[in-house]
């Protein structure tokens, strides 16, 4: 693995964003994923920011990496606090729901159950949407929590009932 990009931030406002080569090895396979920091500012460069899924972009911040007392952290929204604590087995993003998992219900408020929806992290709040604004037998707009998990701020529809995507649009506070 080559370069991974890594950010830090407030939680409001702008990240500092990062590119640095991959030095470490987290997953044992033999292929350096993860880049060597020192967070904890104790002096060792022990600590690391790790790319689980190999796209190059880091998903979990370690601290004491390699140790039997490592702690993992994502930042599920972006906003550069790596402060969701997470453990060694779900160090890996969590896997989309399966069918069985998505919710029919009324979203758009139609009087209909035809839109579904998501959560994907857990936490209780839809992450994805999925709405029928011709009929019920077909989903065409889908709604996503790009940033803030309790905010739904992408919309992709299909407005010519093709089955392909034609708008985007992206809600900016």
Known sequence: MGALEY??????????????AADLDLDGDGVFDAVRLDFDGDGLFDDAMWDVDGDS??????????QSTARYFADPVRNGV???????????????PSPSEWRTVDYDGDGESDDAVADFDGDGTPDVVLTSTRDGGRYDTVLVAEEDPGRLTVRLG????????DTVWRVRA
């Open 82 to 96: 790596w402060a969701q604590e997470v453990s060694r087995e779900r160090a890996s993003p969590p896997a989309a």
């Open 7 to 20: 950010w830090f931030g407030t939680g409001d406002g702008e990240l500092s964003t990062w590119t640095s």
């Open 158 to 165: 299909d407005t010519d009932a093709d089955g392909r995507l």
């Open 57 to 66: 972009v880091v998903d979990r911040a370690v601290l004491d990496a390699g």
